[in-house]
């Protein structure tokens, strides 16, 4: 397959930063973006590191340092793709917010609240406002939503106090939306799909000591995710899926993919 332009948001760490090492490793031409450009103390990961990483493999990345709750730096990050690759023929969506505390309605902060949902859900609506006129420029192309089993409806109640409602609303809110715009962009060539990584073994995930049995026992590492991820965007085949909402581990284990 020809070398394809993909930006991957939120790619400092976790399963931002595998998404793009195992899309380098197609020798496909990255722009990154996440807010924690450099190094800093007390934080794990960062996109200079993500860039260096791949470049020593000999592949092609560019860092960009945006805050994607903006909707000017979604911006800047599609022209950035643009004007240093020639055109844009893919997004992923990673980029998220997930709350600094809060487990219930009163809890939560109206400053958290909306922070989570800029992030989460009008970060992704600006990035894919900005993106789609520059894949049907290229005849077509893939976006890849990343969303959460937060945003599933549940009669559990035990399950719904896992997540924050900031983020469970915003992550449903995502799943709408790529629903949503499915039929228009698939008019222009377009496929989106929501994509949930399940219960992923990220760095922060593995440092917790809180972990019952049972989500350890649910736990997948991120190469599960980023199979699928590079399934959907390099494959051609994501128009199959586009506007609904797909399960990682069952797209790898359907598929065979080596996750």
Known sequence: MASLVVVVTGASRGIGKRIALDLAAGDHRLVLAARTLDPQKGRTGSLSETVAEIEARGGAAIAVAADLSVPDDAERVVKTAVAEFGGLDAVVNNAAATGSG??????????????????????????????????????????????????????????????????????????????????????????????????????????????TPEHQARLVEMTVPAAAVVHLVTSGAAMEWSGQLVRAKDLVDQLGLPG
Do not use: C
């Open 102 to 211: 809060g487990r219930n309605l009163t809890e939560i902060s109206w400053t958290d609240w909306t922070r989570q949902f800029d992030t989460n859900v009008h970060g992704t609506f600006a990035m894919m406002r900005a993106a789609v006129p520059h894949l049907v420029a290229r005849g077509g192309g893939t976006i890849v939503n990343i969303s959460s089993r937060a945003g599933d409806l549940t009669d559990n109640v035990d399950d719904s106090r896992l997540f924050s409602p900031a983020y469970a609303a915003s992550k449903a809110a995502v799943n709408r939306l790529t629903n949503a715009v499915a039929a228009d962009l698939r008019d222009r060539s377009v496929a989106v799909v929501a994509l949930d990584p399940g219960s992923v073994r990220t760095e922060r995930v593995a440092a917790l000591k809180n972990l």
